[in-house]
Protein backbone atom coordinates (compact mmCIF):
# COMPACT_ATOMS: atom_id res chain seq x y z
CA UNK A 1 0.00 0.00 0.00
CA UNK A 2 1.18 2.96 -0.96
CA UNK A 3 1.06 5.96 1.94
CA UNK A 4 1.44 9.44 2.38
CA UNK A 5 5.28 9.83 2.50
CA UNK A 6 5.60 7.56 -0.90
CA UNK A 7 3.38 10.24 -2.85
CA UNK A 8 5.64 13.02 -1.06
CA UNK A 9 8.85 11.16 -1.92
CA UNK A 10 7.48 10.50 -6.06
CA UNK A 11 6.28 14.29 -5.82
CA UNK A 12 9.92 14.72 -5.26
CA UNK A 13 11.68 12.34 -7.69
CA UNK A 14 9.63 13.69 -10.10
CA UNK A 15 10.81 17.56 -9.39
CA UNK A 16 7.20 18.54 -7.99
CA UNK A 17 8.05 20.56 -5.03
CA UNK A 18 4.45 20.48 -2.67
CA UNK A 19 4.54 23.91 -0.57
CA UNK A 20 1.84 24.27 2.40
CA UNK A 21 -0.21 27.56 2.13
CA UNK A 22 -3.11 28.64 3.88
CA UNK A 23 -5.29 28.69 0.65
CA UNK A 24 -8.53 29.95 2.28
CA UNK A 25 -11.03 28.32 -0.54
CA UNK A 26 -9.50 24.78 -1.23
CA UNK A 27 -7.71 21.90 0.85
CA UNK A 28 -5.23 21.63 -2.55
CA UNK A 29 -4.38 22.94 -5.88
CA UNK A 30 -1.65 22.05 -8.59
CA UNK A 31 0.02 24.40 -11.14
CA UNK A 32 1.33 24.29 -14.19
CA UNK A 33 4.09 27.42 -14.60
CA UNK A 34 4.65 28.84 -17.65
CA UNK A 35 8.39 26.91 -18.02
CA UNK A 36 6.72 23.81 -18.13
CA UNK A 37 6.77 22.84 -13.87
CA UNK A 38 4.27 21.66 -11.99
CA UNK A 39 3.31 22.64 -8.14
CA UNK A 40 1.11 21.40 -5.68
CA UNK A 41 -0.20 23.51 -2.65
CA UNK A 42 -1.77 21.48 0.45
CA UNK A 43 -3.18 23.84 2.93
CA UNK A 44 -2.83 22.00 6.14
CA UNK A 45 -5.76 23.35 8.06
CA UNK A 46 -8.52 22.18 5.97
CA UNK A 47 -7.17 18.78 5.66
CA UNK A 48 -9.13 16.77 8.71
CA UNK A 49 -6.69 13.56 8.65
CA UNK A 50 -3.38 11.48 7.24
CA UNK A 51 -6.57 9.98 4.96
CA UNK A 52 -7.45 12.98 3.10
CA UNK A 53 -3.66 14.12 3.22
CA UNK A 54 -3.00 11.28 1.04
CA UNK A 55 -6.21 11.33 -0.93
CA UNK A 56 -5.66 15.07 -1.79
CA UNK A 57 -2.03 14.50 -2.87
CA UNK A 58 -2.61 11.80 -4.98
CA UNK A 59 -5.39 13.85 -7.10
CA UNK A 60 -2.69 16.95 -7.54
CA UNK A 61 -0.24 14.63 -8.16
CA UNK A 62 -2.51 13.03 -11.05
CA UNK A 63 -2.87 16.39 -12.50
CA UNK A 64 0.61 16.78 -12.87
CA UNK A 65 1.34 13.63 -13.92
CA UNK A 66 -0.69 13.61 -16.72
CA UNK A 67 -0.92 17.42 -17.29
CA UNK A 68 -4.65 17.76 -16.84
CA UNK A 69 -4.77 21.49 -16.42
CA UNK A 70 -7.32 24.13 -16.52
CA UNK A 71 -8.27 27.56 -16.00
CA UNK A 72 -10.77 29.64 -14.25
CA UNK A 73 -12.04 30.17 -17.52
CA UNK A 74 -12.54 26.57 -19.34
CA UNK A 75 -16.07 25.50 -19.47
CA UNK A 76 -17.33 22.61 -17.05
CA UNK A 77 -17.17 19.56 -19.43
CA UNK A 78 -14.02 21.01 -19.94
CA UNK A 79 -12.90 21.03 -16.17
CA UNK A 80 -14.59 17.86 -15.57
CA UNK A 81 -12.52 15.91 -18.14
CA UNK A 82 -9.44 17.00 -16.34
CA UNK A 83 -10.64 16.05 -12.78
CA UNK A 84 -11.40 12.95 -14.18
CA UNK A 85 -8.22 12.95 -15.74
CA UNK A 86 -6.54 13.20 -12.16
CA UNK A 87 -8.88 11.09 -10.25
CA UNK A 88 -8.57 8.02 -12.21
CA UNK A 89 -4.30 8.36 -11.87
CA UNK A 90 -4.95 8.60 -8.42
CA UNK A 91 -7.09 5.84 -8.17
CA UNK A 92 -4.99 3.44 -10.57
CA UNK A 93 -1.88 4.67 -8.13
CA UNK A 94 -3.44 4.26 -4.94
CA UNK A 95 -5.81 1.53 -5.16
CA UNK A 96 -4.54 -1.12 -8.52
CA UNK A 97 -7.14 -3.10 -9.73
CA UNK A 98 -5.45 -6.32 -8.87
CA UNK A 99 -5.02 -5.33 -5.28
CA UNK A 100 -8.72 -4.64 -5.58
CA UNK A 101 -9.81 -7.77 -6.87
CA UNK A 102 -7.66 -9.76 -4.22
CA UNK A 103 -9.21 -7.79 -1.32
CA UNK A 104 -12.46 -8.72 -2.63
CA UNK A 105 -11.44 -11.86 -2.84
CA UNK A 106 -10.23 -11.79 0.66
CA UNK A 107 -13.48 -10.35 2.25
CA UNK A 108 -13.48 -7.56 2.31
CA UNK A 109 -16.61 -6.40 0.34
CA UNK A 110 -18.14 -3.26 2.44
CA UNK A 111 -16.78 0.56 1.42
CA UNK A 112 -15.46 1.29 4.76
CA UNK A 113 -13.20 -1.84 5.30
CA UNK A 114 -11.88 -1.64 1.33
CA UNK A 115 -11.49 2.22 2.42
CA UNK A 116 -9.15 1.22 5.51
CA UNK A 117 -7.58 -1.74 3.93
CA UNK A 118 -6.17 0.89 1.12
CA UNK A 119 -5.60 3.71 3.59
CA UNK A 120 -7.99 6.13 1.38
CA UNK A 121 -11.44 7.98 2.02
CA UNK A 122 -14.70 6.12 1.42
CA UNK A 123 -15.79 8.60 -0.86
CA UNK A 124 -12.54 8.09 -2.81
CA UNK A 125 -13.00 4.13 -2.45
CA UNK A 126 -16.67 4.23 -3.59
CA UNK A 127 -14.75 6.23 -7.43
CA UNK A 128 -12.36 3.67 -7.09
CA UNK A 129 -14.78 0.88 -7.01
CA UNK A 130 -17.03 2.65 -9.56
CA UNK A 131 -14.21 3.06 -11.72
CA UNK A 132 -12.85 -0.49 -12.12
CA UNK A 133 -16.55 -2.00 -12.58
CA UNK A 134 -18.02 0.80 -14.73
CA UNK A 135 -14.87 2.26 -16.91
CA UNK A 136 -15.74 5.99 -15.72
CA UNK A 137 -16.47 8.52 -12.85
CA UNK A 138 -20.24 9.17 -12.45
CA UNK A 139 -20.71 7.25 -9.37
CA UNK A 140 -24.51 6.29 -9.23
CA UNK A 141 -25.56 8.66 -12.31
Keep these: MIDV ?51 KLAHELGHCETGSFYNRWAMLDVRQKHENRADKWAIRKLVPESDLDRALRDGHTE ?31
Design 5 to 55: LNLYDLAEEDGIPVYWFNLEQAESLSFNAPDGTYAIAMDPWHLVSVTEEKV
Design 111 to 141: LWDLAEQFGVTEDFMQKAVWYYRHGNLAVGA
